[in-house]
């Protein structure tokens, strides 16, 4: 047997056929469908009169433009409204199951998906969604698709791609205090840049991924597309599989067990090649924060505001002009004099249970600055009940945040929670890009901790003060 | 979906480089539910800027071919980018280079996307400047200008196919690999049960949170 990455493995075992010039037609076990991306899929569907092949490999949730404050408030007619609604009717009419606003299982798709055990290793999931890498953090190929090839999953249960090439990145040393798995990928995507992993499947793997919790591996993939890949994994270990029993949709009884059987192999071989590999010291690092316009506009936040006049060339001279001009900094400037008017803490990169304990560790016993308007959104219905359960609602609420439900909310503005022009945001979501965070917003990446931390002081501060 | 055959047209030239998905098609709209009719908010900031565009500018205005730059469509995976092109009746987009996903999206939506470089992009962008018509043969891969030079363009097989037939990519697969398909979900089923997951234990999640919530 030839030596073989993960990637490969699971890959291998979902071709149904070549179709020539390194074209496959691959096998979608699971996807993930949410009211923004699916409407016009859907639409096709019908329009050619065709059924849903197998209602079972779908889960239909709306995740993206749901109002965040609800408890009986109606939702608000309008755009949103009409999308969750036609997700509804579509879901009905072509037997999917649909998990309703109001209930314990809602939250965005990539929270969700593993907290119901939907998600699984060796699986191919698919979502219309660019940040479905995410479940890669489970040993699977996950990602994005647009909505012709939501038709074809629903109508085929396959999909015509290319296989992606390989690159295992090495991350080492483990995390000191202060320092968690967001500052890593931020940093990588700084080093890399946002276009380091065109064209890669990447393969996290080293001594600090083994460590990191199933929640910390999850942010971990997620921002793989924002280093330009559309997939991420990490070999599933006994943390993934102690996370997955027990969960509704996961197998159980026999099925467990021959499913854990055929899952120890998903592993890259020992003398498995790569096609590109990167090592990335993780030990020394320390809290990261974006300053521009795209992920990897980021450095440590003991640094400063880079000075465009010092780029080589004249393209990234100008780019960097505007970025600057955008985000209403001038060079030089310390990352930790710059201060914040919102904070959200939330989205599928960092809206997990552990994400809230470790924004509520900075907070007990602190106070949101005056000028600061901060809001707590979990991933999910059940991250919420937990959260509350622990009784870190009180401790956010106490602080001055406010405390929402369930949804994508600030990370991409659809609905009502977004930025006024030229408000400055400390956010543990994914994207900085212009207008991200509303039109005009200007967009501060960082963790759940350093996000609080900001909150507390009113400008970026570095959170290892705090503690 | 309409067959790709020739196009003969005045070509618009839109000679910017990296012409985004959200210059093309602005997030806003994303909320908008159906996908006919959505030209109209194609390029919706430059069209209601203050220079003319030129789509809007006859001849260009019924043009069916567009000239761009470089790395076209870049950004996003929404496919609004693509409906959006093809609603305004363009069929054939000329660039130096594409966006990945746009350039894969264009193929599942009767849009032919064409790379060309060096000598022949010039001649184009010419062509479409001078409001020439041209005229795009598909099966031969051939681009005619008026001034009888023919150009060549590269496509591969399988896409051209799709393109020629005017067939969906659904129908494409289902014609071609249907029996594949079914015999490896047999496969599956049998090497694999845990895999599924059964429709009712599904619907009852849905539903046992109907009641609590
Ligand atoms: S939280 Fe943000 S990144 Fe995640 S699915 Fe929602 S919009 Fe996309």
Redesign the pocket.
Known sequence: MVAQTLYDKIWDSHVVADRGNGEHLIYVDRHLVQEVSSPQAFAALDQDGRKVRCPEAHIAVA??AVPTLRGDRPFAEGLAFSQVERLKENAAKHGIAYMPMDGERHG???VIGPELGFTLPGVVLVCG?S?TCTHGAFGCIAFGIGASECTSIFATQTLRQRKQKTMRVNLEGGLPDGVTVKDVILALIAEIGTGGGVGYALEYAGSTVRELSMAARMTLCNMSIEAGSRVGVVAPDEKTFAYLEGRPLAPSGDAWKQAMAAWSDLHSDADAVFDREVTFNTADLAPQVSWGTTPEHTCAVTGQVPDPEREADQNSKSRLRKSLAYMGLEPGTAIRDIPVDRVFVG???N?RLEDLRAAAQVLSGRKVADSVKAIAVPGSAAVKIAAEREGLHEIFLSAGFEWRDAG?SM??AMNDDRLAEGERCAST???NFEGRQGKGGRTHLMSPPMAAAAAVTGKITDVRELL | MEKFTTVKSVAAPLLENAIDTDVIFPARFLLLLDREGLGRYAFSERRNGPEPFVLDTPPYDTAKILVTGENFGTGSSREQAVWTIADLGIRCVIARSFGEIFFANCFKNGVLPVRLGGDDMAAVERAAEAAEEITIDLEAQSIRLSSGREIRFDIEPNLKRLLLLGLDEVGMILAEDGDAIKAFEARRKADQPWMSIGIEKLHALAEEQDKNG
């Open positions: 995740d993206h965005i798709v990539h969604d940040h989205s599928c990169t809206g994508c990370c991409v979501s994914n994207r």
